[in-house]
Every structure is written in C-alpha cells, then in structure tokens.
C-alpha cells in the first residue's frame, strides 16, 4: 500500500511561483517514476513532469523552462518537488502526483493551483 499527499497549491499572481510537495511513503520498489498531472475544468488530466528513480526527467513542452521536478529520499519514503516559476493564467489546474511501479500506480488526492490577478 503506498499514500500519496501533496501540499503547496493556492493563488498566485500571473509571474509568480509555487512550490508542489508529493510526500509517498509505503511500499515503493525500483524501479519507479513520479510525476505530476495536471487537470483544468473541462479538460483532459495532461502529463507535467516526471522523474524517474534514476533521476531522468521528461517534461511538457508548456513548462519547459518555467517548471522543475526534484526528488530526495530512499527506499519507501521519498518525496517530490515540483518548483513553478513564472506562472500563468494558464496553468490554473488541479494538480495530481502519481506514483508508477512495475505492475501498479497510484495517485494523490490533488492539490488546487489557481493563477489569476
């Protein structure tokens, strides 16, 4: 069983930054891959970041740039950053971590990332 818990949405101005933290503790096997989803109202869940147990990471080309995912910690407890510097209004989303091991994934309860003025 692993828990996924993630902190640090809110409101923020256009050209301002946020930083997302995804906590995952329990049972967690390499090879894995974290990353962060985003979901805006009437859209599809996209792909923003993620980062590999080796420490490869992929990223949107909307975030290229702008975004930064990073990691610290071990075997059954790490944690992921997603660091996000000049916002836009069209990055206002639900933002999700997911946790994918060989044979399962799991998803946090996601945390509200709104950008307006």
């Known amino acids: 069983q692993v828990q996924l818990v993630e902190s640090g949405g809110g409101l923020v101005q256009p050209g301002g930054s946020l930083r997302l933290t995804c906590a995952a503790s329990?049972?967690?096997?390499?090879?894995?891959?974290m990353g962060w989803y985003r979901q805006a109202p009437g859209k599809q869940r996209e792909s923003v970041a993620v980062?590999?147990?080796?420490?490869?990471?992929?990223?949107a080309d909307s975030v290229k740039g702008r975004f930064t995912i990073s990691r610290d910690g071990a075997k059954n407890t790490v944690t992921v950053y997603l660091q996000m510097n000049s916002l836009k209004p069209e990055d206002t989303a639900v933002y999700y971590c997911k946790l994918v091991q060989i044979g399962r994934s799991s998803w946090g309860q996601g945390t509200q990332v709104t950008v307006s003025s």
């Open positions: 329990g049972t967690i096997n390499m090879p894995y891959t």
């Open positions: 980062i590999t147990s080796g420490g490869s990471t992929n990223y």
